[in-house]
């Protein structure tokens, strides 16, 4: 049934009353060529019986393999409680209410997820979410330009080894505003970005540097060092960062002897599965003097005219519904439902749990690390600290290997040739708290094999 | 009634101007204006040195109910900025056309001042708006 509440009779009043034969005629203006046309190679729709089937038979041919791939997207544990408390009718939804002061529990949620972002990534202000880490990093350079009133130029700083997802992204939303991003290379040995890559931009007009901590390659950046330098040059810094790392790590709001300018990052290792990329939630946070460049929604805490405590959408004279086309952003919604189980993630766990995990993450990967380089024909490619990713170096082409890996269960890790052939035949690894000892042997062994078995034929 | 001072010059968009003995000319928004934006909360202004064409988007005032570009009357250089609305972006509300005033441009052709609205043209404005 479809959820169209006008009857026939009152779609033709409506049109006899405009004076229009059929509704086909409403859309005359839209020239022939440009019309979809029927929707032929759409099939008809599956009963839930038969889409509950189909789904089933794809999960099953997935299998349950064991997984070293992290690349963006990290498989942690759950808590049973995180989804079981998301999926209750009082937090159910995907949106902001449109009149929104009337829920103020949602609001009051995305108030707390709010507190937990600021404190975990040093700021002082942030957004209700957006929608995953690669569009936050899109809108957090976008901010830049409008943030950094002294630089005219709209160029921003990216390193090669930022996320190439990410930096894809950036283009395809920001390449069209005028904004141009400019590529970093990275140092050969350590894998990371040099104070000495950003010498050639002194006393030019750039508006922002982009730093990822830890880096796409999983290796750890001197973010002190390339904040003071991009600060002294006059361009603001944007740190993209895994939030799981920051219970360990340095927050962005102590990097160098400032602080950087605005924090963005993927959500997704607070709570939210894997499930074949998306949804996931991206978040930002900025220092106070910025916030009205940030984009989104932000939620507030106030007082009614009783003087109780109260949530509000706040700071929304910037957004899409008052300022149209001058809008911070025409991003104006959030990942309410993703956040709801992000925030639970993070009061479950606590400052001290969200460390353990992210201790357990280092330890697990160093173990693969180790495990993985005692075979011949694997070698660590980089020489630097590093969070819960490593590249590793193949004497054969990564594909073939992962193949036949996949055929023995195994999600083997990311194959980087096709985005950073210099590298060559380069494999990213990572290994969280999900992996036990016992995961990584079965790697090792297997992956041994496999290699042997490639160099026998 | 919203006052409009007779020795000013006005756009259609609600900014005010006023021919300093310097040559620059001084720009803020209308006491029309301020009661229609209602009480305002944050005032960007523009850094000086900024160039800027006749009816450029160049500073921007917000109240609870919206953001609002203000236009520069006049093509010329933004020679300053009220730095105190920084702090207190009220004194638009309050004194309009003296201490809200928003920023300063040097014109490049002082013939594009001739050209602004005259108190009686701007009055005549707000009266076809209105009705």
């Given at each position: 049934m479809p959820f169209i509440p006008h009857t026939p009779d009152d779609v033709r009043e409506m049109l006899a009353t405009i004076g229009v034969p059929d509704i086909e005629t409403l859309f005359d203006e839209i020239p022939r060529e440009l019309r979809a046309g029927s929707l032929e190679s759409i099939p008809a729709g599956l009963t839930e019986m038969e889409i509950g089937r189909l789904m089933q038979e794809r999960a099953a041919r997935d299998g349950r393999r064991l997984n070293f791939i992290g690349a963006g997207a990290y498989e942690h544990h759950i808590p049973a409680a995180i989804w079981a408390i998301v999926t209750r009718g009082e937090f159910y939804s995907a949106y902001t209410p449109y009149q929104a002061e009337a829920s103020q529990g949602t609001l009051q949620l995305v108030y707390e997820f709010q507190s937990m972002m600021t404190s975990l990534t040093g700021m002082q202000a942030s957004n209700a979410s957006l929608y995953d880490g690669a569009s936050a990093v899109a809108e957090a350079c976008l901010m830049a330009v409008r943030a950094n009133r002294r630089s005219k130029s709209a160029r921003v700083l990216v390193p090669a080894s930022l996320n190439p997802t990410y930096r894809a992204v950036l283009t395809a939303i920001a390449g069209n505003q005028n904004l141009s991003a400019e590529i970093l290379p990275y140092d050969a040995r350590g894998g990371h970005l040099t104070a000495a890559s950003l010498d050639k931009y002194q006393g030019e007009d750039v508006t922002a540097l982009v730093i990822q901590q830890p880096n796409f390659f999983g290796t750890l950046e001197d973010v002190d060092v390339l904040t003071d330098l991009a600060h002294a040059a006059g361009m603001l810094v944007i740190a993209v960062v895994n939030p799981t790392s920051l219970a360990v790590l340095k927050p962005p709001g102590e990097w160098g002897s400032k602080g950087v300018d605005i924090v963005c990052g993927e959500g997704q290792p607070l709570g939210v599965p894997l499930s074949s990329g998306g949804p996931y939630f991206g978040f930002m946070t900025t220092r106070m003097e910025h916030v009205r460049q940030m984009p989104g929604r932000i939620v507030g805490r106030t007082v009614d005219l009783d003087g109780r405590p109260g949530y509000t959408l706040t700071l929304q004279a910037r957004e899409q519904h008052i300022?149209?086309?001058?809008?911070?952003?025409?991003?104006?919604?959030?990942q309410g439902l993703l956040v709801t189980a992000g925030t639970i993630y993070l009061a479950l766990l606590g400052a001290r749990g969200l460390a353990r995990v992210a201790a357990a993450c280092i330890e697990r990967t160093s173990q693969l690390v180790a495990a993985l380089t005692r075979i011949p024909g694997v070698r660590g490619a980089f020489d630097r600290p590093r969070f819960h990713e490593a590249v590793l170096q193949l004497d054969r082409p990564v594909g073939p290997v992962l193949e036949a890996l996949a055929a023995r269960g195994i999600v083997g890790g990311y194959d980087l040739t096709p985005h950073y052939p210099a590298l060559g035949a380069a494999l990213l690894v990572c290994a969280t708290e999900t992996r036990t000892t016992a995961d990584i042997d079965t790697y090792a062994r297997a992956l041994g094999e496999v290699l042997d078995k490639a160099a026998a034929a | 009634m919203s006052k409009v001072p007779a020795e000013l010059r006005y756009l259609k968009s609600h900014e005010w101007a006023r021919l300093e003995s310097d040559g620059t000319v001084t720009v803020g928004i209308s006491d029309h204006a301020q009661q229609a934006l209602g009480d305002l909360v944050f005032v960007e202004v523009p850094e000086p040195g900024r160039r800027v064409m006749a009816g450029e988007a160049c500073a921007v005032v917000e109240s609870v109910k919206a953001a609002s570009d203000i236009y520069s009357p006049v093509s010329g250089e933004i020679v300053a900025g009220n730095a105190e609305l920084g702090g207190q972006p009220e004194l638009i509300n309050r004194d309009p056309y003296g201490g809200g005033w928003i920023m300063r441009v040097r014109p490049e052709d002082k013939s594009q001042f001739a050209a602004l609205l005259d108190a009686k043209a701007y009055e005549a404005a707000l009266a076809a708006e209105t009705h």
């Open positions: 300022r149209r086309s001058k809008a911070t952003s025409n991003i104006c919604t959030n | -």
